[in-house]
């Protein structure tokens, strides 16, 4: 990281949500497998906001 690179974790910021993909929502609830499916690609849009803001998500297992 450069001198002029500030990350929201280096400011002090605090990231309570994220946008995530909203086609076929209705099946997250679902108990088969395109709710996992789903809840999967929900969970890697979390782990890949993490990584590239230098965050650790908080009370999130991933």
Same mark, same amino acid.
């Given at each position: 990281?450069?001198?002029?690179?500030?990350?929201?974790?280096? &400011?002090?910021?605090?990231?309570?949500?994220?946008?995530?993909?909203?086609?076929?929502?209705?099946?997250?609830?679902?108990?088969?497998?395109?709710?996992?499916?789903?809840?999967? @690609?929900?969970?890697? @849009?979390? &782990?890949? @906001?993490?990584?590239?803001?230098?965050?650790?998500?908080?009370?999130?297992?991933?």
């Amino acid at each position: 990281m450069t001198a002029n690179e500030v990350t929201p974790k280096l &400011k002090g910021l605090i990231i309570e949500n994220i946008h995530t993909p909203v086609q076929n929502q209705d099946k997250l609830w679902s108990d088969n497998p395109d709710g996992e499916d789903l809840a999967e @690609c929900y969970m890697q @849009c979390v &782990k890949d @906001c993490a990584e590239e803001s230098g965050l650790r998500p908080c009370g999130i297992l991933l």
